[in-house]
């Protein structure tokens, strides 16, 4: 009897084997899909889609080499390339506005001046001839006399005195001032000073109040562009003529509205759908991102890596946090991919990055996986403009995925956009906001073009960068990490 019995479980557990190997066989593996989602929007320049179509079918979870235990990924910048303008000088004008601060007058002038190497210099003919330190001091005088009419808020439970600030002179001081820093510094100094400057204005606020308040600002501007096309413009503010301070009335202009394209949103949830992570790589404050994100449910981004800011008793301090990774814009964002997101994957880079200025340059170039770049056209002069130009010479020549990555080179898309409605469109030309003409290069990046056409190699043009624009005093060379 015990023999029999041993007999019949064998037989089950054969059984069972046979079965199990049969439900492997038949059953459909989570790493595949049955058939590649591709783009389809009708909003994507004719190469653009076919060029990321093509990466899709070379990398994505169909394809014959993909590797479910590591996935590749893509990289985008935010500002400007994931959203229709830039949102964290969106949310800062939104501050300033809503007067959502956590800082106490004693401390404005301290934060103001937050890693400016030389608060006297002067910032030149188009800033008034001002400092730093005189437009710091003007703003601190107005926004004390803000703070003490009971006008200031960390949240918005002063918002219906709203009418009454926005009417006041110490306001319009205020405002146009601290707006116009932003600009003085950046156009002055560099845009590794100005962009954590920006993320100063969390200062004395919990990481929660302060995503908070970039929800609010998303928010806001959000449904301010889509009630009306007008509504993509730029607004302006004037400080008062007869206001007594030391710079004396300045002006300051700024885009208004934001958003997100449905061709953007469709390349993000079809990456992931075909089995290709999706990381943000922003220069905005985390905190403004994470609002971007909560707000707008980007569908198919698995996280971010944005400039940081230290906490000290559970508030933000006036300090960048280099300790977990270096500034976010630049050099530096290729670095923070080498050093956070890289380790991930076993070391490898982005295979697809996605950018629109000087500050992707890096880390969409550098990466020895990449393959393939999305310029979003804004007609720059900068090294953007050295990729939109090999995107023009690459179109024209019918070099598509394949031919690119045989010649071991990056290939560049260019996609264009109306700015003046806040919306992508199927050419690669963009009509940039206020303009009533559609432009595609920038007429030094029409030279490269040319170049291009003379024999130079994309490569070459591309490592060719700091004698080309002046932009990056060393570049450490393409597809080199």
Not at 421 to 431: A, D, I, M, N, R
Request: charged residues 25%; glycine residues 8%; positive net charge.
């Amino acid at each position: 009897m015990r023999k029999f019995s041993k007999i019949i479980m064998l037989a089950l557990i054969a059984l069972m084997a046979f079965s199990c190997a049969a439900m492997a066989t038949d059953a459909p593996s989570p790493y595949k899909v049955k058939a590649t989602q591709y783009l389809t929007s009708k909003g994507w320049e004719e190469n653009t889609k076919k060029v990321i179509n093509q990466m899709f079918d070379a990398f994505g979870r169909n394809s014959k080499n993909y590797n479910p235990e590591c996935r590749p990924y893509a990289v985008f910048d935010c500002d400007n390339t994931i959203s229709l303008t830039d949102v964290e000088e969106q949310r800062l004008i939104f501050q300033e506005e809503n007067l959502r601060y956590a800082i106490k007058p004693a401390d404005m002038y301290k934060v103001l001046t937050t890693g400016i190497p030389d608060v006297n210099l002067n910032c030149g003919k188009d800033y008034a001839n001002a400092t730093v330190a005189d437009l710091a001091k003007d703003v601190s005088a107005a926004y004390a006399k803000l703070y003490a009419k009971g006008y200031v808020a960390v949240d918005a439970s002063k918002a219906h005195l709203k009418s009454k600030w926005l009417a006041d002179d110490d306001w319009k001081e205020f405002a146009t001032k601290i707006r116009l820093m932003y600009d003085a510094i950046g156009d002055n100094m560099s845009v590794s000073i100005s962009y954590p400057w920006v993320g100063y204005h969390f200062y004395g606020m919990t990481p929660a109040e302060a995503e908070q308040l970039a929800y609010d600002s998303h928010k806001f501007y959000t449904e301010y562009g889509q009630k009306d096309p007008k509504n993509w413009t730029k607004g302006k503010w004037q400080s008062p003529k007869n206001y007594k301070s030391i710079v004396g009335p300045v002006s300051v202009s700024f885009r208004l509205s934001t958003g997100v394209s449905t061709e953007m949103r469709e390349l993000i949830r079809k990456l992931d759908a075909n089995g290709i992570d999706v990381w943000i790589n922003s220069a905005s404050p985390v905190q403004t991102i994470r609002g971007l994100h909560r707000y707008w449910q980007l569908d198919g981004l698995r996280d971010m890596v944005c400039m940081t800011y230290k906490i000290k008793n559970g508030v933000y301090t006036n300090e960048y946090d280099y300790d977990l990774h270096a500034q976010t814009q630049g050099v530096g964002k290729a670095e923070t991919v080498a050093k956070v997101i890289a380790p991930l994957y076993n070391g490898h880079g982005p295979i697809f990055g996605a950018g629109d200025s000087q500050g992707d340059f890096n880390f969409m170039t550098e990466f020895k996986d990449t393959v393939c770049g999305i310029i979003i056209n804004r007609q720059r002069k900068d090294d953007a403009g050295i990729c939109a130009a090999i995107a023009m010479y690459q179109n024209a020549h019918g070099i598509d995925l394949y031919k690119a990555m045989e010649r071991g080179e990056i290939r560049f898309v260019l996609q264009g956009r109306q700015e003046n409605g806040g919306y992508f469109w199927p050419q690669t030309g963009t009509q940039l906001v206020g303009k009533d003409k559609v432009g595609v290069l920038h007429e030094k990046a029409q030279k490269w073009l040319g170049m291009l056409e003379a024999g130079t190699k994309p490569n070459q043009l591309l490592n060719d960068c700091t004698k080309l624009t002046g932009k990056l005093k060393k570049y450490v060379g393409t597809k080199t990490r």
